[in-house]
């Protein structure tokens, strides 16, 4: 299962000169860090994080190359404990040109997220790519800690996974936590481009050039406007499991944010600073001078 976190084109109505995934979930502990640690926690073995090139930078430098998985993280099963651990590697990729400004509404982050997952990890070989897709909104609050035990539900490899809050999930416009397959991005990129309009209308054919008109711009390109509801429609939902959230706040609205830090009892804590600090991996070392003398 691979972890997937959309970043591209949020929508938040924070006035910050920062990233609104930097602010802080808990102390010292950043929203993309907790979206990051979720994905370890439920079982993701690869996390893609879909960032543009104008915020990428600095989500890495606060996240890492990569995080270890809590499960295994503490596990002492022999003298050499700390060689279990397992690492869940990160990577960051960009909307790809051909879609801003067209499909890349948040939600269609996730799916070129699963798109790109997919498309990397065939190139190094069959076995690396994943079955199945987890993908986590950053800017949400709950108590993703009460996910672990869900953690077989949540890898199933026949049911999707929803969590839901009054009976309300993605598929109600709310930023929650689920599943899809691969069957499902598909189903989900074909409805997406069929719903939405472009840059002319009436226009079928090549042959039929001449009888299109040129849409306002406001109207062209609705696809960058949908919603959760409409981007994740035809993702599966039969006999999927579901799993009830004690609370949930919407963070990307700056009350709902507030009311989450003022509400006494629900927000979070900071994990072990082992588990939340930036892992990165060391750099190959080499001396240019040293190299160019070889030559």
């Not at 009436?202 to 981007?231: C, H, M, Q, Y």
């Not at 949930?248 to 072990?272: H, K, Q, V």
């Not at 600073?273 to 060391?282: A, E, V, Y």
Request: proline share 4%.
């Amino acid at each position: 299962m691979a972890g997937i976190i959309p970043i591209a084109s949020l929508e938040t109505d924070f006035e910050t000169e920062i990233p609104s995934v930097m602010h802080p979930y808990a102390n010292q502990y950043s929203f993309i860090q907790k979206a990051a640690l979720e994905c370890a926690t439920v079982g993701c073995k690869t996390i893609w994080i879909v960032a543009n090139d104008d915020v990428a930078p600095i989500i890495r430098k606060n996240v890492g190359d990569y995080v270890f998985d809590p499960v295994w993280a503490f596990r002492n099963l022999s003298k050499f404990h700390n060689q279990l651990r397992r690492e869940v590697p990160i990577y960051y990729v960009p909307i790809h040109p051909k879609d801003r400004e067209r499909r890349d509404s948040n939600g269609w982050a996730a799916l070129h997220g699963v798109a790109m997952s997919r498309w990397v990890t065939s190139k190094i070989s069959k076995w690396l790519v994943a079955d199945k897709y987890y993908i986590t909104f950053p800017m949400s609050a709950y108590d993703f800690n009460a996910l672990r035990e869900h953690r077989r539900s949540i890898i199933d490899k026949e049911k999707n996974f929803y969590l839901t809050y009054n009976g309300k999930s993605v598929k109600d416009n709310l930023p929650l936590p689920f599943t899809m397959f691969y069957k499902d991005y598909q189903k989900c990129k074909v409805d997406v481009n069929r719903k939405t309009t472009r840059t002319f209308s009436n226009f079928g054919t090549f042959s039929e050039i001449d009888k299109a008109e040129k849409l306002p711009l406001d109207e062209r390109w609705s696809a960058r406007k949908f919603d959760f509801s409409e981007v994740y429609q035809e993702v599966g939902d039969k006999n999927a499991i579901k799993v009830e959230a004690e609370w949930f706040y919407n963070t990307s609205i700056w009350d709902e944010y507030c009311a989450y830090l003022g509400e006494r009892g629900r927000t979070m804590r900071r994990p072990t600073k082992f588990l939340t600090r930036t892992h990165k991996h060391d750099k190959i070392a080499y001396n240019q001078s040293t190299i160019e003398g070889e030559e």
